[in-house]
């Protein structure tokens, strides 16, 4: 059975940094592009970031750029979220997403994880 676990979720004041990490397990992930997603109260779930198998590629959404960085361990199932310079408006629900191709982007993703809160204080 699939399973992504998130950690390092938490509060944390605006301007500060937090690591998210997400590690993947119950089948082999080759060739699964990996990515973040968030969910604020009331709103749709939006995509933040995605990187490719290789870790040679990388997508994010304009909101972060600049400001968020994933990364992917070298056993390629664990993928990282470094967030620096958090706003309030960065606060949400943060889920792992997993899927085979190139990027785990827009269309969603085949597998998630249950989500790590990240809440930004003002």
């Known amino acids: 059975q699939v399973q992504l676990v998130e950690s390092g979720g938490g509060l944390v004041q605006a301007g500060g940094s937090l690591r998210l990490s997400c590690a993947a397990s119950?089948?082999?992930?080759?060739?699964?592009?990996m990515g973040w997603f968030r969910q604020a109260p009331g709103k749709e779930r939006e995509f933040v970031a995605s990187i490719r198998w290789s870790g040679s590629s990388t997508l994010y959404a304009d909101s972060v750029k600049g400001r968020f960085t994933i990364s992917r361990g070298n056993a390629r199932d664990t993928v990282y979220l470094q967030m620096n310079s958090l706003k309030p408006e960065d606060t949400a629900v943060y889920y792992c997403?997993?899927?085979?191709?190139?990027?785990?982007?827009?269309?969603?993703?085949?597998?998630w994880g249950q989500g790590t809160q990240v809440t930004v204080s003002s």
């Open positions: 119950g089948r082999t992930f080759s060739n699964y592009a």
């Open positions: 997403g997993a899927h085979p191709g190139l990027y785990c982007s827009g269309g969603g993703c085949r597998y």
